[in-house]
T-cell receptor, first 114, second 111 residues
Framework: GAGVSQSPSNKVTEKGKDVELRCDPISGHTALYWYRQSLGQGLEFLIYFQGNSAPDKSGLPSDRFSAERTGGSVSTLTIQRTQQEDSAVYLC????????????FGPGTRLTVT | LAKTTQPISMDSYEGQEVNITCSHNNIATNDYITWYQQFPSQGPRFIIQGYKTKVTNEVASLFIPADRKSSTLSLPRVSLSDTAVYYCLVVLTGTASKLTFGTGTRLQVTL
């Protein structure tokens, strides 16, 4: 079956512009996560959605970052007024249930802010 | 959250067994040890998970001593395609909403 998909695969934007990154999780997975990975670094947790519960936003680095998940499926991560330090690969993952150690990751969106 | 420590990098020849050790001195009673693999330009992929003693699947084995303060991921007869970054994570299953990744171990396999 289809895995987690993300779009776009690459995004180059100018400093100060807003960007939207999209994630399509595996069908039937109730939990969805966003992480970001800077060059040569490990993954940094951003936000977690589980079913209809309020999302865990504890990893969002600033109020320029927000995310939503519509209909319990597709998710969009929005970064407003992008800064150069936002340049990274943004990874989305989903799991069958919340609290699962086995998460399925998408290929990521490489964001470059010039 | 239990902190993990693993080597930054390892080198191996094709066909050898590779053992990557991770220390997690502050692991809690209900924590599980989980390993992920990440190839360049891809998201991480779950490899194996265990609580104690030994776990084996088609990809790897995981050895966990009785005190659970460390664990060893064993990759039998590695090939060039096993070149990747390997992450050791300690996860409280049941509340594992977010995974905490360190910088991992970069394994380079050569001929």
């Amino acid at each position: 079956g289809a895995g987690v998909s993300q779009s776009p695969s690459n995004k180059v934007t100018e400093k100060g512009k807003d960007v939207e990154l999209r994630c399509d999780p595996i069908s039937g997975h109730t939990a969805l996560y966003w992480y970001r990975q800077s060059l040569g670094q490990g993954l940094e947790f951003l936000i977690y959605f589980q079913g209809n519960s309020a999302p865990d936003k504890s990893g969002l680095p600033s109020d320029r970052f927000s995310a939503e998940r519509t209909g319990g499926s597709v998710s969009t991560l929005t970064i407003q007024r992008t800064q150069q330090e936002d340049s990274a690969v943004y990874l989305c993952a989903s799991s069958l249930t919340g609290g699962s150690y086995e998460q399925y990751f998408g290929p990521g969106t490489r964001l470059t802010v010039t | 959250l239990a902190k993990t420590t693993q080597p930054i990098s390892m080198d191996s020849y094709e066909g050898q067994e590779v053992n990557i050790t991770c220390s997690h001195n502050n692991i809690a009673t209900n924590d599980y040890i989980t390993w992920y693999q990440q190839f360049p330009s891809q998201g991480p992929r779950f490899i194996i998970q265990g609580y104690k003693t030994k776990v084996t699947n088609e990809v790897a084995s995981l050895f966990i001593p009785a005190d659970r303060k460390s664990s060893t991921l064993s990759l039998p007869r590695v090939s060039l395609s096993d070149t990747a970054v390997y992450y050791c994570l300690v996860v409280l299953t049941g509340t594992a909403s977010k995974l905490t990744f360190g910088t991992g171990t970069r394994l380079q396999v050569t001929l």
